[in-house]
């Protein structure tokens, strides 16, 4: 079978691979449906904590058909459509017995899904293979595993009805952390340098959107639109430096600032002191997801509130990925690609 493997940055590759074949516990998933996101490009690129050593497989957003299941598998059967997380905690560590399992001490990731087929190991197996709600298209399916990671980033603080939710970045995260808190009753506040991002944000459920132009003006508008204060909730889904400081800025004294796009690993940025001191802002960052949210995003995915289809993006081969990835089949990169895994006949 074929499958996309990166023998090291910038070097991803199409590869004839071995057939899985399900061990004890295990479950062989034939890949249905796989989306593309920002992290793929950046792993392309520079690498990512998730990927342990080369060659790795790759692909974290996927979802299918289960194939064949091994020995002492009895919570899924061949043919059952299921979402795959791409992660699974171990249960038992000091931050998982305190709830806090994507911090898990042995964190189980799990990549592939850019491939014909998958093997599912049996930790994943026991604690996070979903089967698909009632309600959620296979292909809108893959978009669970980044929607969970924004349930966790809102999860982790609180939001109150009527609150204004300033949110950096109006990409596939962006959109979704929109839809999330309009469906929680806060009013967000989009902020993007595209304007047709901003269109889309409207149909997500933005309130406001302002055309970002990535300075200290945008935290002025903002205030603007809050009474002079600022946004009682910040998340940064942009992942730069300079974003986390103009998040911090844009922040209501009293305020929580979620720190939610990922920066490369060895990036600073610089906090006024009295922001925190003074006006008690609260920082925070959120990481990945856990077994909880997939399964609450995959009931928000069901409730069908939200134009989810618009997120997946053109639709790619297998043997178009590496360029796609590293931006030689559009100008820009699209924030998603919908990547098609079957062989053509």
Known sequence: MRAAVLHGPGDLRIEDVAEPVAGPGEIVLAIGAATSCATDVKS?????PSIAGYPARLGHEFAGTVESVGEGVTTVAAGDVVFCANSAPCGVCHQCVRGRESLCED??????????????????????????PAGVPLALAPLAEPLACAVHALDAVDLRAG????ILGGGSLGLMLAALVASAG????????HPERLAQATRFGAA??????????DAQRVRGL?????????????????????AVAMAAPGG????????????????PTARVHYEEVTLLGTYHHAPRYLAHALEVLAAAEHPWHELLGPEI????????LAGRLHDPVPAKYSVSTRTAP
């Open 226 to 246: 809050t009474a002079g204060r600022g946004a009682e909730l910040v998340v940064e889904a942009v992942g730069r430096p300079e974003s986390w400081e103009l």
């Open 317 to 324: 081969t297998l043997d178009e990925l590496p360029a796609a």
């Open 256 to 271: 929580t600032v979620n720190l939610f796009g990922g920066c490369a690993r060895d990036s600073t940025f610089t906090v």
């Open 186 to 193: 806060g009013a967000p506040i989009v902020l993007d340098p």
């Open 44 to 48: 392309v690129k520079r690498g990512h």
């Open 163 to 166: 609150d204004p939710v300033a």
């Open 107 to 132: 964190l189980l990731y799990l990549l592939g899904g850019f491939a014909e087929k998958l093997l599912i190991p049996e930790r994943v197996v026991a604690k996070n293979l979903h089967r698909l």
């Open 208 to 217: 406001e959107t302002i055309l970002a132009t990535r300075a200290s003006a």
